[in-house]
């Protein structure tokens, strides 16, 4: 079985930029693609950006250009790096693997002021 953990969420300015991690930890040998789902409050959870095992990489139009999905060598961690946050960016941010399903982890808070 997969276990995810995030980290890397907070408080930051509408403009400010931070860096979601998240750790995979378990057997990944069948991760098929990872990603990162964004559920804001009283709104469904939505996947937002997705890489697969060649590299290609998927985002959602609402967040193109400002958002950058990477992983590590191993296929142990995938990040998210948000840029020129939005007040509407507020959410809890999910990763994610494929491998057949889609798991995710806990989540961790985004909140952007205005």
């Known amino acids: 079985q997969v276990q995810l953990v995030e980290s890397g969420g907070g408080l930051v300015e509408a403009g400010g930029s931070l860096r979601l991690s998240c750790t995979i930890s378990?057997?990944?040998?069948?991760?098929?693609?990872m990603g990162w789902y964004r559920q804001a409050p009283g709104k469904q959870r939505d996947l937002v950006a997705t890489?697969?095992?060649?590299?290609?990489?998927?985002y959602a139009d609402s967040v193109e250009g400002r958002i950058t999905i990477s992983r590590d060598n191993a296929g142990n961690a995938v990040y998210l790096q948000l840029d020129r946050l939005e007040p509407e960016d507020t959410a809890d941010d999910y990763c994610c693997?494929?491998?057949?399903?889609?798991?995710w982890g806990q989540g961790t808070q985004v909140t952007v002021s205005s």
């Open positions: 693997v494929y491998t057949g399903a889609v798991t």
């Open positions: 378990g057997n990944s040998f069948s991760i098929k693609a």
């Open positions: 890489i697969y095992n060649s590299g290609h990489t998927i």
